[in-house]
């Protein structure tokens, strides 16, 4: 029974009480919307937050329990518009600022020269583009005129509601590898040992890597080595290959490998949990698996 139904039934009682004026102007409400509790224009009586609240409080007075699932389902509903309507009219206000570090291997380099050397280089690329009259790069994007979007089209086929990994197959080496994690927050490829063995590539390929794995708990991992494997992804002609820097490491239980920032950023990829999709950029256009 909706909301307009009980105030039909119980407006006889004269239980409820009657209210001021509304405070908005009438001259800008909605015309074609009556409220007969109100009496007056700018919402329907199902849109009457007022008659809900009333309601409301006869029933927790026990006067109208035979109404209460109704009613008290129309004005959680009710609480959530409101909820949702402060959130956009009310922002909240940052009380204070939280910031984090993470560690890992980085492009630069190991050591600790490596890695200045590396930031220096960074911030005086970011200077010369600053100060480029023109706003451009010496060297322009290959695909400058690509633009990666997302549609509600592409959500097609996906099951809701799901929070599921992004989860992907692509050729590393001359193998179909299955299973490979798309992890935005992995800072380094990984390649599992247990695949390394099935693709029989032997140890011995492996170049030598002392840098430690961290994970979010802190707990840390050696890998056996690093491998540099082309990597192939996509569906037939519209791939894009590159080559991707493995660190090897024992385990493999639950996937063969993961593509971690360094693989996105080759690729010019964007990923979507919503749309189980990640999307690059290749010489013909936009692709995507």
Known sequence: MGIEDVYHEISHLQVLRRLPPLKSDPMLRNQNKYCRFHSESGHTIAECYDLKDGIERLIREGRLSEYRADCQNNNNRCNNDRREDQRHDNPPESVGVIRTIFGGPYLGGTSHRAQKDYVQEARDKFNRRVMNVSGREAK?????????????????????????????EAMIGNHTVCRILVHNGS???????????????????LQNNAQPLYGFTEDSVIPEGVIELPMTIGD???????????????GGDQYNAVIGRPTLRSLKAVMSIYHQMMKFSTPTGIRKV
């Open 236 to 250: 037939r002609s519209q791939t894009s290959t590159i080559m991707s820097k493995f660190l090897v490491v024992k």
């Open 140 to 168: 322009a994007a290959r695909y400058e005129e690509a633009e990666i979007k997302f549609l509600e089209a592409d959500v097609n086929g996906v099951h809701f509601p799901q929070s599921d990994a992004l989860v992907v």
């Open 187 to 205: 800072s380094v490829d990984i390649l599992y040992s247990s695949c390394l063995d099935k693709m029989g590539i032997p140890r011995v390929r």
